[in-house]
């Protein structure tokens, strides 16, 4: 079955460092999200691609995260510097549109 | 902005009983998505809804979307314990956008 790569799984950092996050879409997907889970806040979209163009990031804070696609079979999400209320697991998703999404496993974050 | 809210948040319930979970959406979307999540683990697709009307069934679970209404239900048919798990419904804004807005999710627990 083909799959969503996510590196790496785990990941504790001290706060101020940076940290990026690596996401391989199933190939042929032109669509991949960005989603952050909390207990508190749930499923938040964070920034989404389609064609490997960014659509919309209006989720994300804007002064220290940043997502790219560097090409089709990456896309990467950073933070930069890290603060613990970043500690969360974040997914990427990829998928056609009126198809289904295939979630990766996701990256554990734990901020220091 | 597009709200998707899910009813009950918590259910527990006993094998073979039949229950219902809903999601209510805010603005217009003809696609309609549901995922379950195992603890620690990722999102796992179960049902793509396109249209009004549409239903769909896997197993004990069925999907149903009315847009009008803007609501979509899984019905739960004799509930067995492998059922446990966290529900999800997520919706796509509409007019040609991927933009996947996720509900609150509902914790669901099968006992003897």
């Known amino acids: 079955d083909a799959r969503v790569t996510q590196t790496p799984r785990h990941k504790v950092t001290e706060m101020g460092q940076e940290v990026t996050m690596r996401c391989q879409p199933i190939?042929?997907?032109?669509?991949v999200f960005w989603y952050r889970q909390t207990m508190m806040q749930g499923l938040e979209l964070l920034a989404y691609?389609?064609?490997?163009?960014?659509?919309?990031d209006s989720g994300m804070p804007k002064d220290r995260f940043s997502a790219e696609m560097p090409d089709a079979t990456l896309a990467t999400l950073k933070i930069q510097p890290s603060e613990p209320r970043d500690s969360a697991v974040y997914f990427c998703?990829?998928?056609?549109?009126?198809?289904?999404?295939?979630f990766g496993s996701g990256t554990r974050l734990t901020v220091v | 902005e597009l709200k998707v809210e899910q009813n009950p948040l918590f259910l527990s319930m006993q094998e073979g009983k039949n229950y219902t979970i809903y999601c209510n959406y805010s603005?217009?979307?003809?696609?309609l998505y549901w995922y379950r999540q195992d603890p620690g683990k990722s999102l796992e697709s179960l049902f793509v809804?396109?249209?009004?009307?549409a239903v769909k069934q896997e197993g004990r679970l069925m999907a149903s979307l009315d847009t009008k209404a803007r609501l979509s239900t899984l019905h739960i048919t004799a509930a067995v314990h492998d059922l446990s798990a966290t529900y999800f419904c997520?919706?796509?804004?509409?007019?040609?956008?991927?933009?996947?807005?996720f509900g609150t999710g509902t914790r669901l627990q099968v006992f003897p």
């Open positions: 998703a990829s998928g056609f549109i009126t198809g289904e999404y295939t």
């Open positions: 691609f389609r064609n490997r163009a960014p659509l919309d």
């Open positions: 190939l042929g997907h032109n669509t």
């Open positions: 809804l396109l249209s009004n009307g």
């Open positions: 603005t217009t979307s003809d696609r």
């Open positions: 997520a919706v796509v804004l509409p007019y040609n956008t991927d933009k996947l807005i």
